[in-house]
C-alpha cells in the first residue's frame, strides 16, 4: 500500500473510501466462523481486519490487538497464519476470545455435549436431580433483579452441569455457549443494548436454548477447525496468546511485534461493564458493578493522583471544553490511559512496524470528542509518524446501537437527540520511527 503524507490535518475533509466500508457483506458473512459465537457490542467486522492484518504483515509476524474485546483481530490472524496475540480487561472478553481461538476435537465436543444432554433430560421442579442442584443457584440480588425464580433455578443446574465437563477446552465452549442464551432467557429487554427490564417478555427455556445454541457453535467451530492449518491447529499456543489484563501492559517482548490492529473503547468506555453484568454474575466476575467499572479504561471510577501529560493540545482543549469538573475529569484519564497504551504498542512494535487504530469520533454532553485528531498527535508526539488515514463509512447495518448525544450513552433506538453511534470512522495507520 502506497504511503499516503499525512502530519496534523483536517480530520473531516479526508474523503471516504468506499471500498473499506465492506457494504456488500451480509451479516452472515461477517458472522462467519467462530465470529458469531458471543454477541459483543461495537465490535469491528472480522473482514476489516483480516484486510488490515494481509495488507500489513506477513505469515509468521507477530500481530497484537491491545483491546481484543471479542477476539476478532486474533481470529483473523491465526487464520492467516500469524501469531495472534491480545488482552482485555475484561474476563468475559478474555473467555470469548480463548473460545473463539481454541481448535477443539470434533469428537471431543459432541461426545461431551452428548453427556450434558443425557444429564439434563430430567429439569422438572420435582425431579430429585432438581432439587439436589437449586441450591446452587449464585447468590446475588442482581440475579433476582434480572431473572424469574424457575429460570433461575434452570440456568444454576445447567451451569453447575457444565462445570463437572472435565476436558477444559469443551468446558470453556459450554460456558461461552451458556453466557450467549443469558439475555435471551433474563428479562432485559432483547432489541435493547441498555439494561432495561421487559416485564412482557416471553419465557424461554433454558435448556432447550442452551442445545440449539451449542449445535449452532458445534457447526461453526468446524467450518472454524477447516480454515486453521495443520501448523496451527496442532501448535495453538505458540500461534494464540489471549490474557485478561490491561492494555499498557502486553505479554510480547520489545521489538517483536509487526503490527497492531485494534479498536479502542470510547470515552464511555466503563458502559461494557454494564453491558457483560449478565454473565459476568453468573460466573462470579461481578460482585460489585460498581468495583467492576472502575477496571475499565477511562472509567469515571477510578483517579489518578499526579498531573496528566496528555501530549496533545487538541485533548486539553477538548477537557478545558467542559464545564462539568467530574465529566472533564473522565475524558482526560481516558486520553491519558490511551496515551500509556500507546506507548505500551511502541515498546512491542518493531522498527517500521504499524499499529492501525479503529477509532471514530463522537460527542459527549455537547463537546465534540476529536478521538482520531487526539490519537494521531499523541502517537506522532512518543515516536510514530502517520503512514495513513482511511476514512470509512459504516454500514447501517452493521452498527451496534445508537447513543444519547447528550450523555454519549448506549441507549434506546428511536426517539430524540438519538444519532447512529459511528456513521463513520477511521483508520489510523501509524508506523514506528
Not at 456488500?24 to 469491528?44: L, R
Not at 436454548?209 to 501448535?235: D, G, I, Y
Not at 502517520?386 to 454519549?408: A, V, W, Y
Amino acid at each position: 500500500m502506497t504511503q499516503t503524507a499525512v502530519n496534523q490535518t483536517n480530520f473531516a475533509d479526508i474523503p471516504i473510501v468506499k471500498d473499506w466500508s465492506f457494504s456488500d457483506k451480509t451479516i452472515k458473512e461477517t458472522a462467519y466462523i467462530t465470529h458469531s459465537y458471543y454477541t459483543y457490542p461495537a465490535k469491528f467486522i472480522p473482514q476489516l481486519a483480516s484486510r488490515l492484518i494481509k495488507d500489513y504483515s506477513e505469515k509468521g509476524d507477530v500481530v497484537i490487538d491491545t483491546f481484543m474485546g471479542s477476539g476478532t483481530t486474533i481470529v483473523e490472524a491465526i487464520i492467516n497464519e500469524r501469531v495472534g496475540i491480545g488482552t482485555d480487561i475484561n474476563p468475559i472478553a478474555h473467555l470469548v476470545s480463548k473460545v473463539k481461538t481454541t481448535p477443539i476435537a470434533d469428537d471431543d465436543l459432541v461426545r461431551n455435549l452428548n453427556e450434558l444432554y443425557f444429564k439434563l433430560q430430567n429439569n422438572s421442579r420435582e425431579s430429585l436431580f432438581y432439587q439436589a442442584y437449586k441450591a446452587e443457584t449464585p447468590k446475588n440480588e442482581r440475579l433476582d433483579f434480572w431473572y424469574k425464580p424457575e429460570q433461575n433455578e434452570k440456568l444454576a443446574i445447567l451451569l453447575s452441569r457444565i462445570s463437572e465437563v472435565e476436558d477444559k477446552d469443551c468446558r470453556d465452549f459450554f460456558l461461552v455457549c451458556f453466557a450467549q442464551i443469558l439475555k435471551s432467557c433474563s428479562i432485559w429487554l432483547q432489541k435493547s443494548v441498555k439494561p432495561t427490564r421487559d416485564f412482557t417478555k416471553k419465557d424461554i427455556d433454558p435448556i432447550d436454548k442452551f442445545f440449539a445454541q451449542a449445535k449452532t457453535m458445534l457447526k461453526k467451530h468446524r467450518e472454524f477447525n477447516l480454515l486453521l492449518s495443520a501448523e496451527v491447529r496442532e501448535n495453538i499456543d505458540k500461534f494464540r496468546i489471549v490474557r485478561c489484563g490491561d492494555s499498557r501492559n502486553q505479554p510480547c517482548g520489545n521489538g517483536e511485534a509487526s503490527l497492531v490492529v485494534t479498536s479502542p473503547p470510547y470515552v464511555t468506555s466503563y458502559e461494557y461493564a454494564d453491558l457483560h453484568q449478565l454473565p459476568s454474575l453468573w460466573f462470579g466476575y461481578l460482585e460489585n458493578l460498581a468495583e467492576f467499572r472502575k477496571t475499565f479504561i477511562g472509567s469515571a471510577y477510578k483517579e489518578r493522583q499526579a498531573a496528566i501529560d496528555l501530549k496533545s493540545k487538541i485533548a486539553s482543549e477538548i477537557v478545558q471544553n467542559f464545564s462539568e469538573k467530574k465529566k472533564a475529569k473522565e475524558v482526560e484519564i481516558y486520553f491519558a490511559d490511551m496515551l500509556e497504551t500507546f506507548g505500551e504498542m511502541h515498546r512491542v512494535l518493531k522498527t517500521g512496524g504499524k499499529a492501525c487504530i479503529v477509532i471514530g469520533n463522537t460527542k459527549l454532553r455537547g463537546v465534540e470528542i476529536l478521538n482520531a485528531e487526539v490519537f494521531q498527535e499523541q502517537m506522532q508526539n512518543i515516536g510514530f509518524q502517520t503512514f495513513d488515514i482511511i476514512h470509512r463509512e459504516i454500514p447501517s447495518k452493521m452498527l451496534p446501537s445508537t447513543r444519547n448525544e447528550e450523555t454519549g450513552r448506549f441507549t434506546k433506538t428511536s426517539g430524540e437527540n438519538m444519532k447512529l453511534v459511528y456513521p463513520t470512522e477511521y483508520i489510523l495507520v501509524m508506523q514506528k520511527i
